[in-house]
């Protein structure tokens, strides 16, 4: 379960990263909203850490020990 929300939060944070491209070059800077973009973005990127260590203090992944 823990596995699912994490790709589901990269692709939230990829198109996220996407649509703030967009409405920079649709907008030419004029808007807020690329800045609500990259809050957004900041925001999803911290949620995805803070879910990676749960998954990783849980067990439900783990580190690669080869080098």
């Known amino acids: ?3 699912i929300a994490i790709v589901v ?3 939230a ?3 996220s990263l996407f649509s703030g491209l967009f409405f920079l070059i649709h907008d030419g800077g004029k808007t807020r909203r ?3 973009s990259l809050a957004i973005r900041v925001a ?3 949620l995805l850490l803070v879910l990676l260590l749960i ?3 849980s067990g439900s ?3 690669n020990p080869t080098p």
């Open 9 to 11: 939060l990269l692709i």
């Open 34 to 36: 690329v800045v609500n």
């Open 44 to 46: 999803l990127s911290v």
């Open 13 to 15: 944070v990829i198109a």
């Open 55 to 57: 998954a990783l203090w």
């Open 61 to 63: 992944i783990t580190l």
């Open 1 to 3: 379960m823990l596995k």
